[in-house]
């Protein structure tokens, strides 16, 4: 049996849903990342910046490296991943991080695997799992597992838009699978979907605008005109994967990454009323947790601002007089859409941070502006 063919076979004993092979090059995804990087669309993200000729070219990284194995895992979910989006007063989490984090059960695996290869054909490897300078859809591609689609994740014919990569680098000089052409054809479903009209063309993304950059990468307050279309997603976005008609083929997804209840549209109001030390037990383990208190607890508050349920006013004025900053901002900005001028100027507070002042001035804007339009309607109450 060929070495490829048993490493095909021990990746599928240990549980990887597709396996290829490839060479250590992206080009030209590496000029299309400095491209991206140098017109600013990758936001706060600013490791994407750092050491960007590592990752613009996989070779740079480990000059050594022959080949690199490109692992897929499912996490398809079991249900519809955007039921929840109509579901006003629960929040939305995207299906990757409805589980336990994927990094070390991935990566366990990934070492398993590369220690096999060592015992039975010696060479050297390094292993890496999203936190590395590597591109992994690129080198994806290169080996065979998919295409970057319109939404530029990877899309397989064998596994729709659900899965995860890793890496396996190593000195042995393995026979490439050759690379997966495009299937994507005129289907423009994931860019028409998004709420935000992030992608400025397809397999272009302005993270800017993007509903997961914005409830998990940036830092600061989220854009005023942006939160609205937010709704109630409050840890990332699913809505362009689950529009690849491709994911007819999903698989199964690994045990390791089965929803916890807890993480499936759980009730905002719960949410909101977490402190640190709740919050941190709550999302041990998970993705979530990565994200902080007060960042988490922003996005609950957009969500609530969008529910329109009247019911969370209360809830929502305690939180305009919480110890964080982005956390009484999106308070501010929370009251502003669910209450009338009475309610809000009873609420309204002069606060010494310059930006939660300024939420609190351009919340007593809107409100005027839409009662000068007739469009104040009460929202409704639960």
């Not at 995804?29 to 990752?55: K, P, T």
């Not at 423009?188 to 914005?214: E, K, M, N, Q």
Request: a neutral charge; glycine letters at 10%; one cysteine or more.
């Amino acid at each position: 049996m060929a070495l490829n063919e048993e490493i095909i076979a021990e990746a599928r004993a240990l549980g990887f849903a597709d396996i290829g092979f490839g060479r250590p090059s992206t080009a030209p995804a590496g000029e299309r990342l400095r491209a991206w990087v140098s017109e600013g669309r990758h936001g706060d993200m600013g490791w994407m910046a750092e050491r960007i000729d590592w990752r613009a070219d996989p070779a740079a990284l480990w000059p050594e490296a022959r080949s690199v194995i490109m692992l897929a895992d499912s996490y398809a979910p079991e249900t519809d991943p955007l039921a929840v989006l109509e579901q006003p007063d629960r929040g939305g989490i995207s299906v990757y991080a409805q589980g336990r984090d994927y990094h070390d059960p991935l990566k366990k695996r990934l070492k398993r695997l590369g220690r096999w290869l060592i015992e039975r054909a010696g060479g050297e490897i390094k292993v890496f799992v999203d936190t590395a300078p590597v591109m992994e859809k690129p080198l994806g591609q290169v080996a065979g597992l998919g295409w970057q689609g319109k939404h530029t994740n990877l899309v397989s014919r064998r596994l729709g838009s659900w899965f995860f990569l890793g890496a396996i680098f190593t000195t042995l000089d393995l026979e490439p699978t050759g690379a997966e052409p495009d299937h994507c054809g005129s289907c423009r479903r994931c860019l028409d979907v998004c709420p935000t009209a992030a992608f400025i063309g397809p397999y272009r993304l302005d993270a800017r605008r993007c509903i997961s950059y914005l409830t998990i990468e940036a830092k600061g307050s989220i854009p005023r005109e942006l939160r609205p279309a937010i709704g109630n997603r409050i840890f990332g976005c699913d809505d362009c994967l689950a529009a690849c008609p491709w994911n007819k083929y999903a698989r199964d997804a690994h045990e390791h990454y089965a929803a916890r209840p807890e993480a499936m549209s759980p009730p905002l109001g719960e949410l909101a009323r977490l402190d640190d030390a709740a919050f941190r037990e709550r999302f041990r383990g998970s993705p979530v947790k990565r994200l902080k208190r007060g960042r988490f607890i922003r996005n609950v508050l957009i969500a609530i601002g969008n529910s329109g349920n009247a019911a969370f006013l209360p809830l929502v004025r305690d939180l305009t007089r919480d110890d964080e900053p982005l956390v009484r901002g999106a308070a501010a900005w929370a009251l502003s859409r669910l209450a009338d001028l009475e309610t809000y100027l009873a609420a309204y507070r002069d606060d010494p941070d310059p930006e939660v002042a300024g939420e609190w001035a351009d919340g007593l804007a809107d409100i005027r502006a839409r009662m000068a339009a007739g469009t104040g309607a009460a929202p409704r109450a639960l």
